[in-house]
Structure formats: C-alpha cells, structure tokens
C-alpha cells in the first residue's frame, strides 16, 4: 500500500475502542487519544507524582469517553470535576481502560514523572 495523502487523512478519523466494564457490566467506547491530548496525558502523568489518582482518571474519562462514532460524551473544564464525585470505581475502571487502550502502563506514566 502507497502512502498518499489520502491515507494520512483517513489515520486523521477518531479511533475508538469498545469497552465493558466488570464493575456493571456498562459498555462504553474509549478514543484513542493523539497527539497535543496524549502529550496533555502524559504531562498530567508528571504532575500526579502519585500515580492514577481520582483527579487524573476523572480526567482520563473526561478525554477517552465517547460514542460509538469518537464525538467525546463529556466536554473539557467542569465534568472533571462532577466526575471525580461520581462512584470511584467506575471512574477508576474506566481510566484504567483507557491506559490500556492508548498504550499508557503504570511504567509509562512512571517514566514521565522523570520527564
């Protein structure tokens, strides 16, 4: 297959992965995330020297969680913070989900705390 421009704007579509969770059974889609948001990710990986907090995945889901088609379900500023009161291991599932999907292990946000 010839790279073209055709094919660099079809990588541009979102991608999406189908999630379920064990807590309820929910089933869910997680936008692989690219570029300046997974950069976003990775400096909120360096700042939380904590590791996965209840504020880092309320973010992770605010970023990851989207229908079926990649348009996100929640919108940037203040659902992070409602969802960092909503039930935590949900929220804890869910961002754990969207590590796995978008390739960020507990080593990788280790390695950018160094960063």
Do not use: Y
């Not at 579509?13 to 300046?36: I, K, M, N, Y």
């Not at 880092?56 to 990649?70: H, M, N, Q, W």
Request: proline share 2%.
């Amino acid at each position: 297959m010839a790279i073209t421009r055709e094919w660099w704007m079809a990588t541009a579509r979102p991608r999406v992965e189908a999630v379920t969770l064990r807590q309820d059974g929910g089933d869910g889609h997680c936008l692989v995330l690219r570029g300046s948001e997974l950069n976003g990710v990775l400096a909120m990986f360096a700042e939380a020297s904590a590791g996965l907090t209840m504020e880092t995945a309320a973010r992770l889901v605010v970023l990851c969680s989207c229908d079926a088609e990649g348009n996100r379900l929640f919108a940037d500023g203040d659902d992070a913070a409602v969802l960092n009161g909503c039930e935590p291991k949900a929220v804890l599932e869910f961002a754990t989900e969207a590590m796995r999907v978008n390739r960020l292990t507990s080593d990788e946000a280790k390695s950018a705390e160094g960063n």
